[in-house]
Nanobody, 113 residues
Framework: QLQASGGGLVQAGGSLRLSCAAS????????MGWYRQAPGKQRELVAT???????KYVDSVKGRFTISRDGAKNTVYLQMNSLKPEDTAVYYC?????????WGQGTLVTVSS
């Protein structure tokens, strides 16, 4: 019900844009967000965006990543600029409703030095 795309291999300093489209979710989606999990590490929050457009970012991506949302399409985006090798991870999108949280399948981002 959440389909993420846009991952890939990029050199340090490069950019990628992730997309995550929600389908088949009949409940109203409140917050959407991106999380990531690097090898051997726990999943961490990267960025969230509320239904009203308020955004939050983890400190390590502030100024480099931008989260946005198309409410009509139930799609969330993550524009990632100035990528660093430490951004390498599987990125997951999440959609939060009042009843249930939905997770996407993950998309791999690899940043080479």
């Amino acid at each position: 019900q959440l389909q993420a795309s846009g991952g890939g291999l990029v050199q340090a300093g490069g950019s990628l844009r992730l997309s995550c489209a929600a389908s088949g979710i009949i409940l109203r989606i409140n917050t959407m967000g991106w999380y990531r999990q690097a090898p051997g590490k726990q999943r961490e929050l990267v960025a969230t965006i509320s239904s009203g457009g308020s955004t939050k970012y983890v400190d390590s991506v502030k100024g480099r990543f931008t989260i946005s949302r198309d409410g009509a399409k139930n799609t969330v985006y993550l524009q990632m600029n100035s990528l660093k090798p430490e951004d390498t991870a599987v990125y997951y999108c999440k959609a939060i409703t009042m009843v249930y949280d939905y997770w996407g399948q993950g998309t791999l981002v690899t940043v080479s030095s």
